[in-house]
């Protein structure tokens, strides 16, 4: 008979890009338990779990009480959020757990919630959006009035991959995104019944970057930074395209620096942490940081351009704090690469006819790897958003130059491969081409 492990790994929902955690930790000779919280009980969430990596799992819709008692049965080495919708409830099952690693439960209410996040760093004096948190559109208005911004940003509270997210220039524009938002409930499960309206910033030179980060007990590192493309579709700033930025450039050097202040204030002391600034002409300012790992991204490609990544640092990171020092002092890889990390983009929808064909774009010399849904889906979604993205992919090069001629080429097969999938074109707009 086999001896049931008494110390395992708890992963609270593995899933979309979380279910590489549990194979992580496996590979190391660990056991993990998955918890699936009530905000992932959905087909976009739990489409992707895979019980097969998990010793069993529990569910957070039998009881929160019952949830606590069956993990107690074992030692819990750590407290694993797999994903943004696990990140509420593992700081929950936290003070259940004493001495665990973990999140700072101190901090749990500004990790999900916008609002409080830029909270807790104004309360430490770092530089934070200039918000208003409402459910009333005329509070809204009078605080868009009272500050004379031209544009604002309302979007939800607790949102994931831009959903419900508008950039409006008029009080008209406000009042729609509110009319269109309120009531609403999110991917999350979560009624949207408050909104949050904040400074648009990504004007006046300032630019966009996503800054990937895993800590242990307060010790933050860095793994890998990129400077993001947008173009807005509708009200939405949809993801295009972002480039690698090196660690001997002066940006990577700032935003380091700003994001672990971030990371203290908001008690993420041991993890994964997925953050996007803005950089300004005054210096770096935050506009959301999810305590997981980052969804659209192949960690593999990571590793290979940083010589780490989020996935190869996130178990020691909780359970062997030598190692990890060890690991983030590694040098990196040298020469330099450069990378450029491509969200595919829809601009029709319709229903699928044909199977896609990726071949061509396998094929181009710069190539590193794809994700993609477009060979499971039965309908092809417009774009809207990342949650409506078809897929996203790598190319890298020792030459800009190189990686600039297959973006072209890239979109150029893109414009046709969506054609030649769908049966009846609803389109919405030309190809992309930028």
């Known amino acids: 008979m086999t001896a049931v492990p008494r110390s395992v790994v708890v992963i609270v929902d593995p899933v979309r890009a979380g279910i590489k955690l549990a194979q992580l930790f496996n590979g190391l000779g660990h056991r993990c338990v998955a918890v699936l919280s009530e905000e992932s009980d959905s087909e976009f969430w739990r489409a992707s779990f895979r019980p097969q990596d998990f010793l069993f799992t529990l569910h957070e819709a039998d009881g929160f009480t019952a949830l606590v008692d069956a993990l107690r049965g074992y030692e819990v080495s750590c407290l694993v959020p797999g994903g943004e919708s696990g990140v509420d409830l593992a700081d929950r099952l936290t003070p259940y757990f ?11 209410h500004g990790r999900r919630d916008k609002y409080h996040m830029a909270e807790l760093l104004t309360a430490r004096g770092i530089p934070a959006i200039p918000h208003c948190r409402t459910g009333d559109v005329e509070t ?13 940003v309302v979007k ?30 999110s991917l999350f499960g979560r ?22 980060s895993v800590s242990s007990r307060g010790r933050h590192h860095v793994t890998d930074v990129w400077r993001m493309r947008r173009r807005m579709v509708d009200s939405t700033a949809v993801c295009v395209y972002s480039e690698l930025v090196h660690p001997d450039e002066t940006d990577y050097g700032l935003l380091a620096g700003y994001l672990q202040d971030v990371l203290s204030a908001l008690g993420i002391d041991n993890g994964t942490a997925h953050s996007e600034i803005m950089l300004t002409p005054d210096g770096p300012v935050l506009i959301e940081t999810g305590a997981r790992i980052e969804g659209a991204c192949d960690p593999g490609a990571a590793l290979t351009l940083c010589g780490r990544s989020q996935n190869s640092l996130l178990p020691a990171s909780y359970l062997d704090p030598q190692a990890f020092e060890h690991a983030i002092t590694a040098p990196r890889p040298s020469p330099a690469l450069y990378a450029r990390h491509v969200y595919l983009l829809s601009p029709v929808e319709g229903k699928v006819v044909h199977p896609p064909a990726l071949d061509r774009i396998r094929a181009l010399p710069t190539f590193h790897g794809m994700d993609t849904t477009l060979d499971s889906v039965a309908v092809l979604e417009r774009t809207v958003n990342l949650a409506t993205c078809p897929g996203n992919l790598y190319l890298v090069s020792a030459s800009p130059e190189r ?9 150029a097969i893109e414009g046709e491969l969506y054609a030649d999938m769908l049966a009846d074109r609803e389109g919405h707009g030309a190809p992309w081409t930028s």
């Open 191 to 212: 009624t949207n019944d408050e909104l949050l309206v904040q400074r648009d910033i990504s004007r006046d030179g300032a630019v966009e970057f996503t800054v990937n």
């Open 140 to 152: 809204a208005l009078e605080w868009y009035r009272g500050r004379g911004e031209d544009r604002v």
């Open 403 to 411: 990686i600039e001629e297959d973006y072209a080429a890239l979109r």
């Open 156 to 185: 939800p509270l607790a949102g994931t991959s831009a959903e419900g997210v508008h950039f409006c220039a008029s009080e008209d524009e406000v009042r729609a995104a509110f009319a269109e938002l309120t009531g609403t409930v």
């Open 98 to 108: 004493p001495g665990v690693p973990a999140l700072d439960p101190a901090m749990a």
